[in-house]
């Protein structure tokens, strides 16, 4: 079975194909890099309808396989900003009606656990600390869904560091600069350390980073101190999560946990309670689309149908409105 995925709910749109083993047989991606500022939803979408058609092209000549051995066509169908999710959608539209094959909306959420649990058969039950632009939550299934144990209350930690970056006038994105920064940096500046129940919050870091840049701090210094927090923050919240639902595997995923930092630390507190951490290969962890074709496929498998109408996108589309049918 060869599933082909679109990937589109912000900044990327991705094209994967993946087969009934979870083998990744191709996954291009593009991202939008605004020249300066933030990412405009409308321009996002335009981007990503300008390359839709030849994303599904490279995709199928880099998986060597032609559009009519495809079984499904999946794709992102929220959450996410609506211009981008619109243009996607209508893409898979338009594919899986050419091709005459079952469409199938995928949350992207859900995905970014689904593809840890695909691509490491012994990492069954994990609780999953996703961390990426616009998303910060933890998740873990219990009874028939993936519940969101905690959640940043207001910016995702990606979207704190590019901003911070942006003020600074770092390049797009700004995590991965920042991360080489606070290797050069290691004195522990005070920021305000959110955790609020099993919630977290980053706009005030964000504002007391950027009054410590004024102050004079090292840029390298606030780098490291903002990672520090941040991440013994999420650190502390997926450690509860696992105690209380009794995971003894933590995933990782989005693109901040491409961070070493974050790997060390959460991978630390894994050894010390007895479990195991797993983190997928860069491009998997950040938005791309051969997550979306895995979960659309274990979905298709697993009986699930949509009709067309049934493939609107949803802004607000939370992880736990998903029925998990195929575990
Ligand atoms: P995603 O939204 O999952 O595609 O991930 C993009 C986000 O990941 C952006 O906010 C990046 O700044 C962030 N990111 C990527 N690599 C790193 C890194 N090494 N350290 C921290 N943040 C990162
Ligand atoms: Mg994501």
């Given at each position: 079975m060869l599933a082909l995925g679109i990937e589109g709910t912000a900044h990327t749109i991705g094209v994967g194909i993946v087969d009934e083993r979870c083998r990744v047989l191709a996954n291009v991606y593009d991202m939008v890099k605004p020249e300066k500022g933030g990412i405009h939803p409308r321009e996002a979408a335009n981007h990503h309808a300008e390359l839709a058609a030849p994303m599904i092209r490279r995709a199928l000549d880099a998986a060597g396989v032609s559009a009519d051995e495809l079984d499904v066509v999946t794709f992102s169908q929220g959450p996410g900003l609506g211009p981008c999710l619109?243009?996607?959608?209508?893409?898979?539209?338009?594919?899986?009606?050419?091709?005459?094959?079952?469409?199938?909306?995928?949350?992207?959420?859900?995905?970014?656990?689904?593809?840890?649990?695909?691509?490491?058969?012994?990492?069954?039950?994990p609780a999953l600390l996703y961390v990426s632009g616009g998303n910060t939550q933890v998740i873990a299934y219990a009874r028939g869904r993936?519940?969101?144990?905690?959640?940043?209350?207001?910016?995702?930690?990606?979207?704190?560091?590019?901003?911070?970056?942006?003020?600074?006038g770092l390049p797009f994105p700004g995590g991965p600069r920042l991360e080489k920064l606070a290797l050069e940096g290691g004195k522990l500046l005070p920021l305000p350390y959110s955790v609020k129940g099993m919630d977290v919050a980053f706009s005030g870091m964000l504002t007391a980073a950027l009054a410590l840049h004024r102050r004079g701090e090292r840029l390298e210094d606030i780098a490291f101190s903002l990672q520090e927090v941040a991440f013994a923050m999420l650190t502390e919240v997926t450690e509860?999560?696992?105690?209380?639902?009794?995971?003894?595997?933590?995933?990782?995923?989005?693109?901040?946990?491409?961070?070493?930092?974050?790997?060390?630390?959460?991978?630390?507190?894994a050894e010390d309670r007895g479990a195991r951490m797993f983190v997928p290969p860069g491009e998997l962890c950040i938005d791309n689309g051969a997550m979306i074709a895995w979960t659309g496929l274990l979905m298709h498998r697993a009986g699930v149908r949509m009709a067309l109408e049934d493939t609107l996108v949803d802004q607000r589309f939370r992880t736990d409105e998903v029925a998990v049918t195929w575990r």
């Amino acid at each position: 079975m060869l599933a082909l995925g679109i990937e589109g709910t912000a900044h990327t749109i991705g094209v994967g194909i993946v087969d009934e083993r979870c083998r990744v047989l191709a996954n291009v991606y593009d991202m939008v890099k605004p020249e300066k500022g933030g990412i405009h939803p409308r321009e996002a979408a335009n981007h990503h309808a300008e390359l839709a058609a030849p994303m599904i092209r490279r995709a199928l000549d880099a998986a060597g396989v032609s559009a009519d051995e495809l079984d499904v066509v999946t794709f992102s169908q929220g959450p996410g900003l609506g211009p981008c999710l619109r243009t996607v959608a209508t893409a898979a539209r338009a594919l899986s009606l050419s091709l005459g094959v079952p469409l199938v909306g995928v949350n992207h959420c859900v995905s970014h656990l689904e593809i840890g649990r695909g691509l490491f058969p012994e990492c069954e039950d994990p609780a999953l600390l996703y961390v990426s632009g616009g998303n910060t939550q933890v998740i873990a299934y219990a009874r028939g869904r993936y519940r969101v144990f905690g959640e940043t209350l207001d910016i995702g930690l990606g979207n704190m560091l590019d901003k911070f970056g942006r003020e600074l006038g770092l390049p797009f994105p700004g995590g991965p600069r920042l991360e080489k920064l606070a290797l050069e940096g290691g004195k522990l500046l005070p920021l305000p350390y959110s955790v609020k129940g099993m919630d977290v919050a980053f706009s005030g870091m964000l504002t007391a980073a950027l009054a410590l840049h004024r102050r004079g701090e090292r840029l390298e210094d606030i780098a490291f101190s903002l990672q520090e927090v941040a991440f013994a923050m999420l650190t502390e919240v997926t450690e509860r999560a696992m105690a209380h639902v009794g995971k003894d595997e933590v995933l990782l995923g989005g693109g901040v946990a491409r961070n070493k930092r974050l790997q060390a630390m959460v991978g630390r507190m894994a050894e010390d309670r007895g479990a195991r951490m797993f983190v997928p290969p860069g491009e998997l962890c950040i938005d791309n689309g051969a997550m979306i074709a895995w979960t659309g496929l274990l979905m298709h498998r697993a009986g699930v149908r949509m009709a067309l109408e049934d493939t609107l996108v949803d802004q607000r589309f939370r992880t736990d409105e998903v029925a998990v049918t195929w575990r």
